[in-house]
Every structure is written in C-alpha cells, then in structure tokens.
C-alpha cells in the first residue's frame, strides 16, 4: 500500500512538474512569438509609408527618375506582401496554437487539483479507518463496511494516475 502511495506521489509531482515547465515555457515562447510578430508588422507598416514616399518624391521628379522610384517602389512594395504574409503565418500556424496550451494547461491543473484533493479525501477516510480499527478491532461489521465504502470511493479518484 505505502509503495503503491508512493508510486502515486511520484506520478503526480511527475505530472506537477511537466506542467508547470510547460506554463512556464509555452507562456515564454507565445510572448516572444507574439512580440515577433508585432515588430514584424511594424516594419512592414514603415516600409508601406517609404514607399508611399517614395512615389510622392517621384511625382515631382523627371520621367526617367520618376519611373525609377515608381519601379523601386512597387518591388519594395512586392516585398512588403511577402512581410505580411509571414505576419499571417506565424499568427496562424505559430502563435495561436501556443496560445491554445494556455487552455490546455489549465484543464490540466485543474485535473491535478481534483486528484490531489481526492487523494487527500482518501488520506483522511484510511486515517478515520485506521481508527476505527483501534477503537473497536472487534466490531468487524462497522471495519468491513469502512473497507468496503473505501474501495468503492477508490474506483473514480484518480482520473490521471
């Protein structure tokens, strides 16, 4: 029984553990990824306000040095499509998804809660059996339906282990 609480204990700080370092992480990387994302849109907005000067510049240029700029442009401009399309991307196929672990994680912590409450609740019926045993080691009927009513409770207490 002791090794079999142990094994359990183990499990569970096992399972404390892993979670903990993926909130810890998954939050860290989601922020940076987020924060990635931000600066690169940024930079695709300055560069859409360069290009917009630069074909006001060209405007007031000769032809030759007009259709340059306007040309320069409108490649710097090409560029700035295939920004935003990495901004898309990695908001969809890299920052949504470590935000989605945010839910993830919480479920899990609370899956955790519920069994360490539960195997808390078993801590104090074995306790309260254990006495009873001392107190009246021969009212066998009262010690077998404690044993009986603790194996029936043992069933569903441990939805992770």
Excluded: W
Aim: glycine share 2%; charged share 35%.
């Amino acid at each position: 029984r002791t090794r079999i609480r142990s094994r359990r204990d183990a499990q569970t700080r096992q399972l404390q553990d892993a979670v903990t370092n993926v909130e810890k992480h998954f939050g860290e990387l989601c922020q940076i990824f987020a924060a990635y994302v931000r600066k690169t849109a940024r930079l695709r907005d300055k560069a859409d306000l360069l290009v917009n000067e630069i074909n006001v510049y060209a405007s007031t240029e000769t032809p030759n040095l007009k259709q340059g700029l306007k040309n320069f442009a409108d490649e710097f401009a090409k560029l700035q499509d295939y920004r935003q399309a990495e901004v898309e991307r990695l908001e969809a196929k890299v920052v949504e998804p470590l935000k989605a672990y945010g839910t993830i994680v919480k479920m899990k912590r609370d899956d955790l809660k519920a069994t360490l409450t539960a195997r808390n609740r078993e801590a104090k019926q074995l306790t309260q059996l254990e006495r009873t045993r001392q107190r009246n080691p021969s009212d066998r009927h009262v010690i077998d339906f404690e044993e009986f009513s603790e194996k029936r409770r043992n069933r569903n207490l441990y939805p992770l282990c």
